[in-house]
């Protein structure tokens, strides 16, 4: 069986994983810029996490239709157990973001402009929906990004602590195994 995720695999994952921290920053930083800067830079937020939704569902028909390389022989039941929870949370946390987001953006009475085609405001504009929204959209957003941080965390140990090899698995490389 091959020892790395295929290249559709890794890209899927690399690119979720930027837009997951431009979105964040975004989201962290939005009251920083220029008020006239403000309404692009949710905008950009907004298509970013819509981005982050699709390829997350890309992913998920990927993964579901190409196995993935083995765990390293030495990884223990546990390890293998936590990482089946964490990577299912890292999961359900890609997608249950962005979906909150959305209405959270449509209730703030904001449109959605993808440049040709805007999704015009269609919700009116509720502060008593859209703060507790935005509450559970901040909450997961930092929920996916700490939990993420643990899953690059945990591969940076198997990586210089355990000397596994794990981390190859999620690199391109010239000699590549396919799966």
């Known amino acids: 069986m091959?020892?790395?995720?295929?290249?559709?695999?890794?890209?899927?994952?690399?690119?979720?994983?930027?837009?997951?921290?431009v979105a964040f920053g975004l989201g962290l930083t939005v009251d920083d810029f220029p008020k006239?800067?403000?309404?692009?830079?949710?905008?950009?937020?907004?298509?970013?996490?819509?981005?982050?939704?699709?390829?997350?569902?890309?992913?998920?028909?990927w993964?579901?239709?190409?196995?993935?390389?083995?765990?390293?022989?030495s990884t223990g039941h546990l390890t293998e157990r936590l990482s089946k929870i964490a990577h299912g949370?890292?999961?359900?946390?890609?997608?249950?973001?962005?979906?909150?987001g959305l209405p959270?953006?449509?209730y703030r009475g904001k449109s959605l402009?993808?440049?040709?085609?805007?999704?015009?405001?269609?919700?009116?504009?509720?502060p008593e929906i859209f703060h507790p929204l935005t509450e559970v959209h901040e909450l997961g957003a930092y929920a996916l990004v700490l939990l993420a941080a643990g899953h690059a965390a945990a591969a940076i140990y198997h990586q210089l602590v355990l000397r596994d090899g794990l981390?190859?698995?999620?690199?391109?490389?010239?000699?590549?195994e396919v799966v």
């Open 2 to 21: 091959p020892s790395r995720y295929d290249a559709v695999a890794i890209v899927l994952h690399w690119s979720i994983a930027s837009l997951i921290l």
């Open 36 to 61: 006239a800067f403000v309404p692009v830079v949710v905008n950009a937020h907004a298509l970013i996490g819509l981005a982050v939704l699709a390829l997350t569902f890309v992913r998920l028909a």
């Open 63 to 73: 993964r579901i239709t190409h196995r993935p390389p083995p765990l390293p022989a």
């Open 89 to 100: 949370l890292l999961y359900l946390l890609m997608i249950a973001v962005p979906l909150i």
């Open 104 to 106: 959270t953006l449509f």
């Open 113 to 126: 402009d993808f440049g040709l085609v805007t999704v015009p405001q269609f919700l009116p504009r509720v």
């Open 167 to 176: 981390v190859l698995r999620m690199t391109l490389g010239r000699k590549q």
